[in-house]
């Protein structure tokens, strides 16, 4: 048995709310915590920037409904990525992240989450490689300073899709403040990758855990990394969750959704949905969850 905190994705609530509404329907619908997202749109890139008052704002929300996030989603690497050949690209990355550890200092945030892209939209090359590896590095030491912790996910991309390529990269940035965030569902989609042998490998990694379901890449099918029903792709969420608690993995799960993204017709009766579906799960696997205080 273990005891964990249970979370819901940003994304997958409505998104005509207000942050407090957001807070208390995050309880209502039995979660511990809400997973905060800066993605490479313009409305969300724009938090980085956020001023004083509207931080302090964010914070009294998250007080009057007894909240918190865990972790902050950084995804806007996408847009602007560490390993870009391009000089000035790679400075905006670099003061994004500065700017996204101190908008987690000012927020209660211990974890940001590190998109494992070299580059998303230009061509990966050698030097793509080595920029990210330098750039990552310097993201590390501006984490180190603040004592936020650094977590690359494991991705959608065969740059970084396993635990063990994180681990790599770890040989190469020897620091306690970059961890794993391992995704099961891009775990479980790349064919080559043994899921289990992975977290027994390197569990001591583990900072977090995204659930979500994928199907899985062939030959011929890209694989699907967003969107998938749970129960409905290839992720064996008992046999892994089982295999977690052997392991005295004692982090939080996310529930990774976009149904208030995607403008679905009634996000909040799928995110019940899914949270009866890992309710069920964690019930027969030994997973306690950490009770949730309205």
């Not at 329907?25 to 509207?54: C, P």
């Not at 994180?166 to 040989?171: D, G, L, M, N, V």
Request: aromatic residues 10%.
């Amino acid at each position: 048995m273990t005891t964990n905190a249970v979370g819901i994705y940003e994304k997958a609530l409505p998104q005509d709310l207000s942050w407090e509404e957001k807070f208390n329907l995050t309880h209502e619908l039995g979660f511990n915590f809400l997973e905060f997202s800066i993605d490479e749109s313009d409305e969300r890139l724009a938090r980085l920037d956020w001023t004083a008052q509207q931080r302090e704002d964010f914070r009294n929300a998250m007080w009057r409904t007894h909240s918190r996030i865990n972790t902050l989603m950084l995804s806007g690497h996408r847009r602007y990525p560490l390993g870009s050949k391009d000089p000035a690209v790679r400075k905006q990355s670099l003061e994004m992240m500065q700017k996204a550890i101190d908008l987690a200092v000012d927020l209660g945030i211990r974890n940001i989450q590190l998109a494992g892209y070299d580059v998303f939209y230009e061509d990966k090359t050698m030097e793509s490689r080595e920029m990210f590896v330098e750039d990552l590095a310097k993201c590390v030491s501006m984490a180190a300073k603040k004592m936020v912790m650094l977590s690359i996910e494991t991705m959608d991309d065969p740059f970084i899709n396993s635990l063990t390529k994180i681990a790599h990269y770890k040989t190469q940035i020897k620091s306690p403040w970059l961890q794993a965030y391992p995704d099961l569902g891009n775990l479980s989609a790349w064919p080559e990758n043994d899921v289990p042998a992975q977290f027994e490998d390197d569990i001591d990694t583990v900072a977090a855990v995204h659930l979500k379901d994928t199907r899985a890449v062939t030959p011929t099918f890209k694989g699907q990394f967003k969107n998938v029903p749970f129960g409905e792709g290839c992720v064996d969420f008992e046999g892994l969750l089982r295999m977690l608690v052997r392991l005295q993995y004692n982090g939080s799960y996310t529930i990774e959704m976009w149904t208030g993204d995607n403008q679905d017709a009634d996000p909040v009766s799928e995110i019940k949905a899914a949270k009866a579906y890992f309710d069920a799960l964690f019930n027969k696997v030994g997973i306690q969850q950490e009770e949730v205080i309205k």
